[in-house]
């Protein structure tokens, strides 16, 4: 889909344009001027005086049009990076209404395109806004439908009432811990994965480079006396190592952070069932670790053959029920919406699945084809559902964990996903990640250790964030880790002097 717009030839608009196009077509191009070859023109009129004023005229090349005109008053401010947002906003609602309008989608997030929606009730409520008025605010402002709007507050309610210091917690930190191997690299993912045969080299020097970090952060936090809220291990799969290497991880954790005993939450990734042992978990059980997630995101065999998982669907079951006899008293399972070849039935058995398991939270992600996975790359060897189906999938799974008790606790969302829907975390009441919690709302610094971990330096003053990540290659990683360890120290000492 070729979109030519007219009229407001400003290359700073270019990205929000190409992003809500994304929300409607599968492949779009924008073209900035008027041009015969194009499926659509989009002429924006544009004025700024004590109002804002934007008008969008769509035209096809079947004579269709449609119009939208949006007003609002201009918030006076000396920052033009303020006012030339406000006259942004204006002019993705007209653009996102005349889309609307000709492809007959509604967009149920309106313009919003990035990844953390709830930030903006989270804002709302430190300012001290009243809940009415904070959602009449949020569906003018991004057009954001009543339906997801509830789904928003639910979240927040619950993040709230799980973590009640949420705001407050900015002197304290949570830990990434990443570790960067897989038994095979699933279809889907960019996440920093390696599959783990044969590199046994790569994850002893690996190995000895956390150790390192963990000692060298350890260190500076029980210098300046700051605790850890949280500690998630992730990657890759985190149960890849060896039992051996695990206990050796745990007990240099136990060694080098602060009050280990009282971290309010340690969660391990046994995501892969095929990784999973009676040693391993002992390993767990051992350094008091319970909290673990166990992801089938499918249970038709076919599927987890088509996007490269190696595991049995009988597999994944007889883990799970392994981790409950030794002692895993919180597992997550991960369902994902839109896999190849599946639509409402095969997602209608895995739900069925799950209820004879009934983990303590289910976490349901909608397929995401993002830019470097191997399913991106060959799209025409996987089929995927039509957004009506998906989005059928996804109002299943919302009756479906609220008809068995789970209740939504976090939410996040992605590009090129499909439907424009989300990724939910439902739980047991008072069996949420607090690590999700923090990770999303982003109100506490995160430090990353490990390969392809990403750090998140939050000023405690301003709020501003700090992006550094450690290299995603291991061998990148092996070269050169003390020099990032240093880095991020620096960063520490600037935030928290």
């Known amino acids: 889909m070729r979109i030519s717009i007219i009229g407001l030839e400003d290359e700073r608009y270019r990205r929000q344009w190409q992003l809500i196009a994304n929300l409607f077509f599968e492949e779009s191009q924008i073209v900035i001027g008027n041009e015969d070859e194009t499926d659509l023109q989009i002429i924006f009129s544009c004025q700024v005086l004590e109002n804002i004023m934007v008008s969008a005229e769509l035209k096809d090349n079947n004579g269709k049009g ?58 709302k409520v430190q300012a001290n806004i009243p809940m009415e008025l904070a959602h009449q605010q949020l569906k003018e402002d991004y057009l954001i439908t009543d339906e997801k709007i509830e789904l928003m507050q639910q979240i927040v309610d619950r993040q709230l009432a799980v973590v009640p210091d949420l705001y407050s917690l900015q002197k304290e930190v949570s830990i990434y811990i990443g570790i960067p191997f897989c038994p095979t690299k699933c279809a889907y993912c960019t996440f920093p994965a ?7 080299g790569s994850v002893n020097s690996f190995l000895g ?5 963990m000692k060298e952060i350890g260190a500076w936090l029980k210098e300046k006396g700051i605790r850890i809220t949280t500690v998630y291990y992730g990657g890759g799969t985190p149960t890849s190592i060896t039992a051996t290497e695990m206990d050796m991880l745990y007990e240099e954790m136990y060694a080098s952070f602060p009050d280990v005993e009282n971290i309010r939450e340690i969660t391990v990734e046994a995501g892969r069932p095929d990784t999973i042992t009676p040693d391993k978990l002992e390993v767990l059980k051992k350094w008091h670790i319970d909290r673990i997630s166990i992801n089938p ?65 289910v976490t349901v992600h909608t397929l995401s084809f993002k830019r470097a996975s191997e399913m991106t790359k060959n799209k025409e060897k996987y089929k995927v559902a039509e957004r009506d189906e998906v989005e059928k999938m996804m109002n299943l799974a919302q009756d479906w964990t609220r008809d068995h008790g789970y209740v939504p606790y976090y939410l996040y969302r992605q590009k090129n ?10 739980s047991f009441p008072n069996q949420e990640s607090i690590y999700n919690i923090m990770i999303m709302e982003e109100q506490q610094t995160i430090i990353g250790l490990g390969c392809g971990a990403a750090s998140k330096f939050i000023d405690p003053h301003s709020g501003k964030i700090i992006h550094f990540a450690n290299p ?21 000492n600037e935030l928290f002097s």
């Open 66 to 123: 449609y119009f939208s005109t949006y007003q609002k008053e201009m918030v006076p401010s000396e920052s033009e990076k303020e006012r030339f947002k406000q006259i942004k906003n204006a002019v993705a609602h007209v653009y996102l209404t005349v889309l609307q309008d000709w492809t007959g989608i509604t967009q149920k997030w309106g313009v919003l395109t990035g990844i953390r929606p709830t930030k903006l009730l989270h804002r």
């Open 194 to 200: 390696y599959a783990i045969n044969g590199r046994q």
């Open 209 to 213: 480079g956390l150790h390192y970090e």
């Open 297 to 361: 995101q499918s249970y038709t065999q076919e599927t987890l053959k088509a996007i490269g998982r190696h595991h049995t669907v009988t597999e994944t079951i007889e883990k799970y029920h392994l981790a409950r006899e030794m002692g895993m008293n919180n597992i997550n399972m991960d369902l994902i919406i839109g896999l190849p070849g599946e639509g409402l039935s095969e997602f209608t058995h895995s739900l069925a699945e799950t209820e004879k398991l009934m983990p303590e939270s």
């Open 417 to 426: 996903i499909l439907g424009n829907l989300e990724n939910v975390g439902y």
């Open 472 to 492: 995603k290659d291991p061998k990148s990683y092996n070269d050169n880790f003390e020099s990032y360890t240093a880095d991020k120290i620096k960063i520490l």
